[in-house]
């Protein structure tokens, strides 16, 4: 039901297709209806229709026209009458097909559409624990699940309900006006629980397996994602029979538990088939004893017969409504843990727009944590406006997710952090990244044009704006020397590009945003020396007036910096200018002495 929200905006799409629906089955029954004439008139030999005294008197005046009428010219007016309801019933199918596939389409259109932008909204820390590939399979996979629910379910709900309606309608016609036994009709009473007993426990299965059949494609996925993306560790480790073996593994998994959903879906057709035709095997032998005696028209048996087996098609197809929405639900469900995933990172209402920094940048007693394990214990931190502060610290000990605090991609569990005194989630989340840069060690790149990734979130801006960013990253000379310039597409995550290369167009990216505050993490990590003086240049060109925020690996490039915050255990344990901290002979003095030997090895 909460699905079929979605169906709202498209509700004069469904009730056109039903329209459609109804007429296509009561051509249907009305086709049905000429078995009485063609086996009465046409092949008993000219034999009379006889009518029961309870039909309408319409029904008395056109069997009295048709017992007149001379057997060439009736068969003539049957066929002609039986063409055009087929053809018509043609026209109405085909139409009513479109409705539901467009209905089918737009509403999945609707649910992926929420979904990506549900992903687009949902904070860090669920990223952190989700798997891409698994996430794209929501959106691919499960979405097509629902679809086919939509598509085919519904419509065989709507379409073969009317088809039964309009076939126990000819039957109870068939009773009241040709004094057919009643007994027979009600003996399609038998065949429904029958039938559907077993339909609904197999049902229940197939949700189960369904649920088996999703997980196990979203991990197909994500070893798909994982080894194409990262081919290239792949390759080096000679990796390729291992990667392999999983991928068949999974993909052997997966094809056994299709193969279970397949048997069980399967086998309900023939079931539904082999009890519908005991059924009128039986009403065969009796009804068939009847008309041999004269007490039946053969005509007539055989209209209510061709309604009884007509029957077994709807109820085969209601039968298969049921598996198919049992494997709907189970991707409905996997589909709404995303939408209904609470977004851990939200704006709070009334929130202002954050204007440049005026005077500082606060962290007053943040922490942080990942689930239960405390990673930020106590952080303390202020940044005056245009002041530079380094981040250091070995490996994992919480320097990015300190950086990370500011542009709230996580907020702190206690604490605070604040520009010019105001906490940052009082302030609108668009305003406040907009006036954040960030170059990250880790460099994504999209797969556009070179122009595109620089000016990206301002697309259509000056091509000479963006040059400049390019040479202050000092990226313009590799740019221009590429095929297309500027034009040229780099390929899925700068494939195209060298590790430096892509790192100084993240940078040119910054420096085209020109926020008042920059985050570097790690940002000149990928440069040969040459490259990281130039872009050192640019960005120390690019601080006056602003405030940022270095995590450096190499401790000779944050010397100048007016404040280093030295991270040890997630705590504080030292800050103060570099010649402050070099005499204080504590951690970060012991790190820089330590590095200085290290290159002047490198150099030996």
Request: net charge neutral.
């Given at each position: 039901?909460r ?15 039903s329209v ?6 009561l051509?249907?029954?009305?086709s049905?209806g ?5 086996f009465?008139k046409?092949?008993a ?9 309870k ?9 009295l ?25 043609a ?12 209905t ?5 259109r ?8 549900k ?5 860090m820390?669920?990223y ?7 996430l794209?399979s ?12 939509i ?6 709900l709507?379409f073969?309900t009317m088809?039964?309606?309009v ?10 006006f ?27 299965k197939?949700r ?26 792949v ?27 397949i048997?069980r ?18 009403i065969?032998w009796?009804g068939g004893?009847e008309?041999i005696?004269?007490q ?12 009884l ?13 049921h598996?198919?929405?049992q ?7 996997r ?11 939200s704006?709070?209402?009334g ?45 994992g000990?919480?320097?990015?997710t300190l ?11 206690k ?14 989340i668009?305003?406040l ?13 999209f ?5 595109a ?37 780099i390929?899925e ?19 085209f ?9 790690e ?19 690019l ?9 450096a ?8 910096a007016?404040?280093?915050?030295v991270?040890?255990h ?20 012991k ?14």
């Open positions: 039901m699905l079929l929200n979605y169906l709202k905006p498209h509700t004069w799409l469904l009730g056109l297709a459609f629906m109804l007429f296509s089955s051509f249907d029954g009305i049905l000429m078995i009485v004439p063609v009465d046409i092949i030999n000219n034999r009379d229709i006889i009518v029961s005294n039909a309408p008197q319409f029904i008395k005046d056109l069997v026209k048709i017992n007149s009428m001379p057997q060439g010219i009736l068969l003539n007016w049957i066929l002609i009458f039986i063409f055009s309801m087929f053809f018509l019933k026209i109405f199918e085909f139409l009513d097909s479109y409705c539901m596939n467009e089918g389409y737009r509403i999945i609707d649910v992926r559409n929420s979904l990506y932008q992903l687009l909204k949902l904070s820390d669920f952190g624990k989700q798997k891409a590939g698994a794209v929501r959106i691919t996979y499960d979405t097509t699940v629902v679809r086919d629910a598509t085919e379910g519904l419509r065989d709507i073969q088809q039964v309606l076939y126990l309608t000819v039957l109870f016609s068939m009773v009241l040709f004094s057919i036994p009643i007994w027979m009709v009600f003996s399609i009473l038998v065949i429904i629980p029958v039938i559907m007993l077993p339909v609904v426990q197999i049902g229940r197939l189960k397996i369904s649920t088996q059949s999703q997980d196990t494609m979203a991990d197909l996925n994500t070893t798909l994602y994982e080894s194409i993306s990262g081919n290239a560790i390759k080096a480790f000679s990796m390729e029979n291992y990667e392999y073996e999983k991928f068949s593994k999974q993909n052997q998994q997966y094809y056994k538990i299709m193969m279970k959903s048997i879906i399967i086998g309900v057709s023939p079931f539904t088939e082999f009890v519908g035709i005991a059924c009128a095997g039986f065969i009796f004893r008309v005696t004269g039946l028209s053969p005509g007539a048996f055989a209209a209510f017969l061709g309604a087996f007509s029957l077994l098609k709807p109820f085969k197809r209601l039968s298969r409504v598996t198919i929405n494997q709907a639900l189970a991707a409905a469900v589909v709404f843990e995303i939408l209904d995933a609470k977004e851990t990172i704006e709070i209402p929130a202002k727009d954050l204007l440049p920094v005026k005077e500082k940048i606060s962290f007053k007693g943040a922490c942080f944590k990942y689930d239960e394990k405390e990673i930020l214990k106590d952080i303390n931190i202020e940044a005056k406006r245009g002041d530079v502060i380094a981040v250091v610290g070995p490996s000990v919480g320097k990015t950086v990370n605090l500011l542009p709230r991609f996580y907020d702190p569990f604490g605070s952090v604040e520009i010019d005194g105001t906490d940052v989630k009082d302030f609108k668009s305003s990244r907009r006036q954040i840069g960030i170059v990250t060690q880790e460099t994504f790149l797969n556009d044009t070179v122009k990734n620089i000016c990206y979130g301002n697309p259509g801006a000056d091509i000479n704006k963006i040059k400049e960013a390019a040479s202050l990253a000092n990226a313009s000379k590799f740019i221009e020397a590429m095929p297309q310039g500027y034009d040229t597409i390929g995550r700068g494939f195209r590009l060298s590790g430096g290369e892509k790192q100084r167009l993240a940078i040119a990216r910054a420096l945003k020109n926020p008042p505050i920059l985050i570097l993490d940002a000149t990590s990928q440069l040969d020396t040459e490259s990281e003086r130039l872009v050192q240049e640019a960005i120390e060109r601080m006056q007036g602003r405030t940022v925020f270095v995590i690996h190499r401790l000779s490039t944050i010397s100048h007016n404040k280093i915050v991270l040890h997630g705590r504080i344990a030292e800050q103060g200018k570099h010649e402050e901290l070099m005499q204080k002979n504590g951690l970060y003095s790190y820089y002495k330590l590095q200085f030997r290290e290159d002047l090895f490198k150099e030996d």
